[in-house]
């Protein structure tokens, strides 16, 4: 891709139950504080954990009620949020929106299958942006910026 600059970023398949796979990435903090995101392309907006308080800022005073299919039932409570910088391997992102999720309920189905504690979810919205192409094969993930 002509004038876009690439990142190859490793990923993770882990199973938890008999042919049922995520993809991983691992997130990294500016304090050394490095958290596992769940690839999801079936998510239209990225979310993080509402737990983790310490990487983010909220935009908005008050949460907002909106649906979310796929992260519990019903109306989720969200808050619009910007993460502090953050690094998907040698990509950087600085002051980056996100939807702020209690994620506690995704975490403990985890616990139940594996030691990993989920910080957010890629959504179609960061993967489209970076025209992400995932390579199983190879388990990579390559991202473009323009």
Known sequence: MAGKRKY?????LIELEDENYHILVEG???????????????ASKTVFDANLAEHF???ELEATEVQSAGIGEGHV???????????FGEL???????????LEQIN?????FTNIRIAGLLGSDFLLKHKAVVDF??????????
């Not at 190859?8 to 993770?12: D, K, N, Y």
């Not at 409570?77 to 690094?87: A, C, K, M, P, R």
């Open 137 to 146: 094969k190879n388990l990579k993930m390559t991202l473009y910026v323009s």
């Open 57 to 59: 800022e909220t935009d």
């Open 77 to 87: 409570e969200t808050q619009i949020g910007v993460l502090h910088e953050i690094h």
């Open 28 to 42: 990294e903090f500016n304090n050394n504080n490095i958290l596992q995101w769940v690839v999801d392309t079936g």
């Open 108 to 112: 403990t189905i985890y616990s139940q």
């Open 8 to 12: 190859t970023i490793p990923i993770q």
């Open 92 to 102: 950087p992102l600085n002051n980056w929106p996100v939807a702020i999720i209690n």
